[in-house]
């Protein structure tokens, strides 16, 4: 499970964290490094949102609390994070599914940064029922009523044609994209790690996607990981899928940042559709959201600090 090779990332404590990551410039020693097409745009968390994300801890009844308004560039050296405030509140559990569930904060603390120390969240106790509640799949939650759930339906879940042709679908897309710096991984087919469909707007039809290459170097093997998000009209299925959104990162297969998709939801004030996702390194994790715009545009809005050590 995803999250439960996140519970030792956060306590682990022997590394200093990481160097911002480089342009890769030498495809035969590929750096990490992720590329996106548009240039960087300044994030930030909306308050519409709630004040605080919840991410699925060891178990459905653990979660750690992320406070948003901090990121990389703004994290002082000494900081307390206090989330005991949220004990007795009332949470919104969503998964990929879209399934939602309301549960109690039966218990929250503090987590204190200082100096190098490692970056940690606070954690937080959630009253989830037993094997049958619908919290038990849970991936991110949200404070009070701010979020709707969207059906994020597997790759693997469609008919074995309808799952072959998507995919296939999703590699002309990714072949066909014209930003690839890293040399090395032209001409190399990929495979598709997951793909998940669903509805961003009335009437569009859209998959997200993280399509992956990879070079079986013997002292180092490289990944390339391709995320994309492709629509069409849902009215006309036969319609080609167009890339909105896409971004890439390369490196040493043991410390590339993979992006997984947690959840979608649409946040109700103001409204507007987000997927949360996770980035993962080896030694360290960050949250963000990437939202889509009323004119269909999609950007990363929100990326949380990196904890890790």
């Not at 997951?194 to 079986?216: C, H, K, T, W």
Request: hydrophobic share 40%.
């Amino acid at each position: 499970m995803l999250f439960t090779a996140l519970a030792p990332l956060l306590t682990s404590c022997d590394r200093s964290r990481p160097a911002a990551r480089t342009r890769a410039t030498q495809p035969t020693t590929v750096e990490s490094t992720r590329v996106a097409p548009a240039p960087p745009v300044a994030t930030r968390w909306d308050s519409g949102a709630g004040p605080v994300l919840l991410t699925r801890g060891p178990s459905a009844s653990n979660a750690y609390v992320v406070f948003p308004e901090y990121d990389d560039s703004t994290l002082p050296d000494t900081l307390q994070l206090d989330a005991s405030t949220l004990q007795g509140d009332f949470v919104q559990l969503v998964n990929r599914a879209g399934s939602l569930d309301s549960v109690s904060v039966t218990s929250a603390g503090t987590k204190v940064w200082a100096g190098d120390d490692c970056v940690e969240w606070p954690t937080a106790t959630l009253a989830v029922g037993g094997d049958s509640s619908r919290a038990v799949g849970w991936t991110v939650g949200f404070v009070q009523q701010h979020v709707r759930p969207i059906s994020l339906d597997s790759l693997g879940g469609l008919p074995s044609a309808d799952s072959a042709r998507l995919a296939a679908d999703l590699t002309r897309l990714a072949s066909a994209l014209p930003d690839d710096v890293a040399h090395t991984f032209r001409g190399i087919p990929f495979s598709v790690r997951y793909a998940y469909r669903f509805e961003p707007a009335s009437g569009v039809d859209a998959v997200i996607a993280d399509l992956v290459q990879r070079l079986n170097q013997e002292a180092s093997p490289l990944e390339q990981h391709t995320i994309l998000i492709a629509e069409r009209p849902t009215a006309n299925p036969d319609t080609s899928y167009h890339v909105v959104y896409h971004e890439r990162a390369g490196g040493s297969e043991d410390s590339i940042e993979t992006t997984d998709v947690l959840a979608g939801v649409r946040f109700t004030s103001p409204t507007r559709l987000a997927l949360v996702v996770l980035r993962e390194g080896q030694d360290t994790g960050a949250y963000a959201l990437l939202e889509r715009s009323a004119s269909g545009q999609w950007r990363v809005q929100w990326t949380s600090v990196h904890t890790g050590c």
